[in-house]
C-alpha cells in the first residue's frame, strides 16, 4: 500500500510539474514581449558605451513626456476641446518632429551638463561655456541633432538653377549677378551670360527646419532658455511684468458690437496675409505636452515646466470650475545655432535657445507643396502624367477638385460629416500647410491654388507634349510660385505698409543680393506678421453668388470656425523701435505720440510700469497707422525689411533674369489673384481688384475681361535635325530637360524612397544621348542606423518605395507615426495564453479525478467489503483502468477475465460502473 501511495504521489506531483512548466512558458511567451517593448518604449535602446548618462537620462526624459503625450491623444481622439484642436493644428510635420526630438534632447543634455560641471567648479558659468567642443561634438551626434547642423548636399546639374528645391536649401548663390565667365562650367542662361554651378556659401539659408533668424540679441531671464515672465520674481526696470491674460483684458479685448468694417479693403486681404504667413513661417510646438522632469500634462498644471508656459488667470477672470491658467507650450527648439555655416566653428562659445521655422522662409507656395520631401510626396499625384496633384476621390464642387483628406492614421481634428451623431471628429484637410483647415477662409485659398495649378499643368502638358510628368509639375510649380511672389509683393503688401513706407524699406527690385539674408526673423513671424491677427472681424460671413447673404447658410462666429488663438511674443517694444531707427518712448508724453489714444496710453503704461517694459506685439498694434497703411512705423518696418530680405536674397525671385524668359516675366504680370478665382470658381464676375472692398454689382467686372496669361510663351521647340529625342521615363523616376552650355540635357531622379543607379545627367551629342537611362532601385530605409525612419519603440518593415512602422501588440502608432503608443488593451497572445492555461487546468482536473479513483480503488481492495455472499471482495471500479506498464490490449483482457471469473456460480452486487 504504501509503494502505491507513494507511485500515486510521484504521478501527482509530476504531472503538476509539467502542468507549471507549460503555464510558465505560455505566459512568459504572451507577457515578455509586452514587457519588452514596454521598456524599450520608454527608456529607449541602449546607447553606445561611450555615451554620457546624462544624454540618456536627457532622451529618456524627453521621450516618456513625448510617450504619454501621444498616449494621451490617442484616448482623446474624438474629444472637441479648444486645447486639442490648437494641439492639433500645431503639430509639426513628421520630418519636423524628428528634428524637434533630437533638439530638445540636445538642449536638455547640455542643461544637464551645465549643472554638473557648475555643480563640481562651484561657479555660474553659461552652459556652452561649461563644456567643450569635444564634449558638445558628442551630445550633437548622440542627440540626432548632427545631421541636421550639417550643410545640406547640393545639387551639380543644371535642375540647380531652374527649379528650387522642395526644402528651401542651398538657394543662396555667393556673387551671382549677372556676371560674364569665359571659362569654367556653367548654366546657359543667355549668350554670352552664364552662371556658375554650385558655389553656394550660405547653403542653410532659408531653408526648412532650420532656426529662425535673430535682428537682435535674444532676452532670457537665465541668459539661455527661459523667457521673459518665466520666473515670477523676476524684475525688468524695478517692475514685475503684467500676466499677458492682464493685457489682454484691460487693452486688447474688445467687444463685438464695437468691430467696424474696413472701409477700404476686403476680408480677403486680411485672408491672404493668413495664407501667406503660411507659406513662410511655422514654429512648431514642443512634441511633448508633458513637463520634461516630472512628467506633469501641460493641460493640467499651473507651473512653468519646460515645455509647459502656462498663462496665468486673475482670480476675477478665472472660471466657475476654478482653473488657475490657461494650457500654453513652448516652441520647439532648432538644432544648431541660427544659420551658422560651420559646424562646430563657434559650438563652445555661447548657444541660447533658438526657435525652429517648420517651412521654407521663401516665397515658394509651399503651402501648395510643402517644404519636405515626405509631404511632396503625400500630395502628387503619381500615377498622372500631367504632373498633377492629388484631388478628393469622392468629393467634389460642381466637378471642381476638392483638397484630399490627410492619412487615415492621422489625428481626426476636424468637424464631423453632416449627420454624423455624438461629438466624433473627422479628418483634415491634407495641404502644403498643416493648418489648412483651421478657417473656411484659408482652405477656400488652399483649395483655389491646388485647382489652379492642375489647371495649369494640364495647359501646359497640352502644349508641350513631350514634357515628362516631372517637368510639368515643376514648371506648374514654379509659374504657382511666381504668382504668389507677385500677388504678395505687388498687391498685398504696399496696401499693409502704405506707398511712403513700402518705398522706404522694399522698394523697386534692383536683382539678386547674395549678402541678402532671406531667413525669416524671430520678431517678424511671433510679433510683427501677426498685427494681422487684429483684423480678423468677429463674424465668418457666407455669401452667395451675389454676394449677399446666403439665406440657408447664416453667418459663423469665429470661435466656431477659428481654432488657432495667437500668442504673445515677449521682447522690449523700445529696442525694436531703436532697431528701426524710431526714437525710443521714454515718457507718458513719448508714448502719446505714437498711440492716438490716450486711454489706451494710459493702460498700457499703467500695467507694464515703465515704457521699456512693453511687449512689441503689443507696441506694434497699438500704433497710429501710417498714411493709406494698416500697420504703424515699426511693423511697417519689420515687415518691409523681412520682405525686401525674402525677395532680394531668393535666387529664384521670379524677376531674376534666369529664373523666366522675357516673354513669360510679362505674361505673369498680367495675372492677378482675381484672374485665379475665375479660372478656379464658379464666378463670372469679380473685382477687377481682389483686395479692394465693392459693391455688387456695379463694382464687379467680368470674368471675361479680367486679363490673364497665355501659355504659348510656354511652348518648347527643338531643331528639326536634332537626333536625340526624349527617351521613356524610367520606373518611379522621371527626368527634367534644361540646357547647359547650348547642349540639351536631361536630369533623371527617382521618386521618394528610391535611389538613382547610373548616371543622373545625359547629354545629347551628334550621336544621340552619351549614355543610357539610369535605374531607380528601391531604399531600405530601415537598414538606415544612423537616422531610423521609426522609433526604437517600433519594428521597421520596409516596403516598396517606402517603409512601415510596426508595433507589437497591444501598441498602436501615435501620432507622429513611428512611435508605438501602448492601446490600453490586453495583448491578443493574453486571451491565447489564458485560453490555454483554462484547457492545461481542465486537463489536469481530468488528470486528477482519474488519479484519486484509481487510488480509492486500489485502497479499497481489502478494507470495503460489498458482498457477504461466497466471501469475495469485488473491486471498485472508476470505469476502465489500466495499470502502469499494461498495454490497452492487455489491460481489456485482465479486465473480461476477471469479469468472467467473477460471475461464475454467484450473484454479485457491483457498485455503478458511472461511480
Not at 765 to 785: H, I, R, S
Not at 842 to 864: D, H, P, Y
Not at 867 to 886: D, F, I, N, Y
Request: with cysteine; glycine share 8%.
Amino acid at each position: 500500500m504504501s509503494a502505491v501511495c507513494n507511485d500515486l504521489r510521484w504521478n501527482i506531483m509530476r504531472a503538476l510539474a509539467v502542468l507549471s512548466v507549460t503555464l510558465v512558458m505560455a505566459c512568459t511567451e504572451a507577457f515578455f514581449p509586452f514587457i519588452s517593448r514596454g521598456k524599450e518604449l520608454l527608456w529607449g535602446k541602449p546607447e553606445e558605451s561611450r555615451v554620457s548618462s546624462v544624454l540618456e537620462e536627457s532622451k529618456r526624459l524627453v521621450d516618456t513626456a513625448m510617450y504619454a503625450t501621444m498616449q494621451r491623444n490617442l484616448k482623446k481622439r474624438g474629444i472637441l476641446s479648444p486645447a486639442q484642436l490648437l494641439s492639433f493644428s500645431k503639430l509639426p510635420e513628421p520630418t519636423s518632429g524628428v528634428i524637434a526630438r533630437a533638439a530638445e534632447i540636445m538642449e536638455t543634455s547640455i542643461q544637464a551638463m551645465k549643472r554638473k560641471v557648475n555643480l563640481k567648479t562651484q561657479q555660474s558659468q553659461h552652459p556652452t561655456d561649461a563644456l567643450s567642443e569635444d564634449l558638445l561634438s558628442i551630445i550633437a551626434n548622440m542627440s540626432g541633432c548632427l545631421p541636421y547642423m550639417l550643410p545640406p548636399k547640393c545639387p551639380n546639374t543644371c535642375l540647380a538653377n531652374k527649379y528650387r528645391p522642395i526644402t528651401g536649401a542651398c538657394n543662396n548663390r555667393a556673387g551671382m549677378g549677372a556676371s560674364l565667365l569665359s571659362t569654367g562650367q556653367c548654366f546657359q542662361v543667355a549668350a554670352p551670360i552664364c552662371i556658375p554651378r554650385s558655389k553656394v556659401d550660405h547653403p542653410r539659408w532659408g531653408a526648412s527646419n532650420t532656426a529662425l533668424a535673430r535682428w537682435l540679441p535674444p532676452v532670457y531671464e537665465d541668459g539661455f532658455s527661459q523667457p521673459r515672465g518665466w520666473n515670477p520674481g523676476f524684475l525688468y526696470n524695478g517692475f514685475p511684468l503684467p500676466p499677458v491674460r492682464e493685457v489682454t483684458r484691460h487693452v486688447i479685448q474688445v467687444s463685438n458690437e464695437v468691430v467696424t468694417d474696413d472701409d477700404r479693403y476686403s476680408d480677403l486681404l486680411m485672408a491672404w496675409g493668413q495664407y501667406i504667413d503660411h507659406d513662410i513661417a511655422f514654429t512648431p510646438q514642443s512634441t511633448s505636452k508633458a513637463a520634461f522632469g516630472g512628467g506633469s500634462d501641460c493641460q493640467m498644471t499651473c507651473e512653468n515646466q519646460n515645455p509647459c508656459f502656462p498663462i496665468q488667470l486673475p482670480e476675477e477672470a478665472r472660471p466657475a470650475a476654478g482653473t488657475a491658467c490657461l494650457p500654453f507650450y513652448r516652441s520647439s527648439a532648432a538644432c544648431g545655432t541660427g544659420d551658422q555655416g560651420a559646424l562646430f566653428g563657434n559650438l563652445s562659445t555661447a548657444n541660447p535657445r533658438q526657435q525652429m521655422n517648420g517651412l521654407t522662409s521663401f516665397l515658394d507656395a509651399s503651402t501648395v507643396y510643402g517644404s519636405s520631401p515626405a509631404l511632396e510626396r503625400q500630395l502628387r499625384n503619381w500615377t498622372s502624367a500631367e504632373g498633377l496633384l492629388r484631388v478628393h476621390a469622392r468629393l467634389r464642387d460642381s466637378g471642381r477638385a476638392y483638397l484630399p483628406f490627410v492619412p487615415p492614421r492621422a489625428p481626426a481634428a476636424c468637424a464631423p460629416e453632416p449627420g454624423i451623431p455624438g461629438e466624433t471628429r473627422g479628418p483634415c484637410f491634407l495641404a502644403g500647410d498643416g493648418r489648412a483647415s483651421e478657417v473656411p477662409s484659408l482652405t477656400a485659398l488652399h483649395t483655389l491654388w491646388l485647382r489652379e495649378h492642375n489647371r495649369l499643368a494640364a495647359a501646359l502638358k497640352a502644349l508641350n507634349a513631350h514634357w515628362s510628368a516631372d517637368a510639368v509639375y515643376q514648371e506648374a510649380r514654379k509659374v504657382v510660385g511666381a504668382l504668389h511672389q507677385i500677388i504678395t509683393l505687388r498687391d498685398y503688401i504696399p496696401r499693409i505698409l502704405g506707398p511712403e513706407a513700402f518705398q522706404q524699406y522694399v522698394g523697386p527690385y534692383e536683382g539678386y543680393d547674395s549678402t541678402a539674408n532671406p531667413t525669416v526673423s524671430n520678431v517678424f513671424s511671433t510679433a510683427a506678421f501677426r498685427f494681422g491677427h487684429a483684423t480678423i472681424h468677429p463674424l465668418v460671413r457666407r455669401l452667395d453668388a451675389s454676394f449677399q447673404e446666403h439665406p440657408d447658410l447664416p453667418g459663423l462666429w469665429l470661435h466656431q470656425a477659428f481654432f488657432s488663438p495667437w500668442t504673445l511674443l515677449r521682447g522690449g517694444y523700445n529696442e525694436w523701435r531703436e532697431f528701426c531707427g524710431l526714437p525710443r518712448l521714454e515718457t507718458p508724453a513719448d508714448l502719446s505720440t505714437a498711440i492716438a489714444s490716450r486711454s489706451v496710453a494710459d493702460k498700457i503704461l499703467d500695467l507694464y510700469k515703465h515704457p521699456d517694459n512693453i511687449d512689441v506685439w503689443l507696441g506694434g498694434l497699438a500704433e497710429n497707422f501710417l498714411p493709406r497703411a494698416r500697420t504703424g512705423p515699426l511693423f511697417a518696418c519689420l515687415i518691409g525689411k523681412q520682405m525686401k530680405a525674402l525677395r532680394d536674397g531668393d535666387w529664384f525671385w521670379w524677376e531674376n533674369s534666369h529664373v523666366f524668359t522675357d516673354a513669360q516675366r510679362r505674361e505673369l504680370e498680367k495675372h492677378s489673384l482675381s484672374r485665379v478665382i475665375c479660372d478656379n470658381t464658379g464666378l463670372t464676375r469679380v473685382p477687377m481688384d481682389a483686395f479692394q472692398v465693392g459693391k455688387f454689382p456695379e463694382d464687379f467686372e467680368s470674368c471675361d475681361s479680367i486679363p490673364g496669361m497665355n501659355l504659348e510663351a510656354w511652348r518648347e521647340t527643338f531643331p528639326q535635325d536634332d537626333k536625340c529625342g526624349f527617351p521613356e521615363s524610367v520606373e518611379n523616376g522621371d527626368f527634367v530637360h534644361c540646357e547647359e552650355s547650348g547642349r540639351r540635357v536631361l536630369v533623371y531622379s527617382c521618386r521618394h524612397g528610391y535611389e538613382l543607379q547610373g548616371r543622373e545627367q545625359l547629354t545629347c551629342t551628334q550621336e544621340g544621348w552619351d549614355f543610357q537611362p539610369p535605374l531607380c532601385k528601391d531604399v531600405n530605409e530601415c537598414a538606415d542606423g544612423a537616422h531610423p525612419p521609426c522609433h526604437a519603440s517600433a519594428r521597421c518593415r520596409n516596403t516598396k518605395g517606402g517603409f512601415q512602422c510596426l508595433c507589437a501588440d497591444p501598441y498602436e502608432l501615435g501620432d507622429d507615426g513611428r512611435t508605438c503608443v501602448d492601446s490600453g488593451r490586453l495583448p491578443r497572445a493574453t486571451w491565447i495564453s489564458m485560453s490555454l492555461a483554462a484547457l492545461l487546468i481542465g486537463g489536469f482536473a481530468g488528470l486528477t479525478s482519474t488519479v484519486i479513483c484509481r487510488w480509492t480503488r486500489t485502497g479499497t481492495k481489502s478494507t470495503l467489503p460489498i458482498s457477504e455472499t461466497g466471501g469475495g471482495t469485488p473491486e471498485l471500479r472508476c470505469g476502465k483502468h489500466q495499470a502502469v506498464g499494461t498495454s490497452p490490449q492487455r489491460a481489456a483482457a485482465q479486465d473480461s477475465e476477471q469479469e468472467s471469473a467473477g460471475m461464475e456460480g454467484r450473484d454479485t452486487h457491483r457498485l455503478p460502473r458511472a461511480l
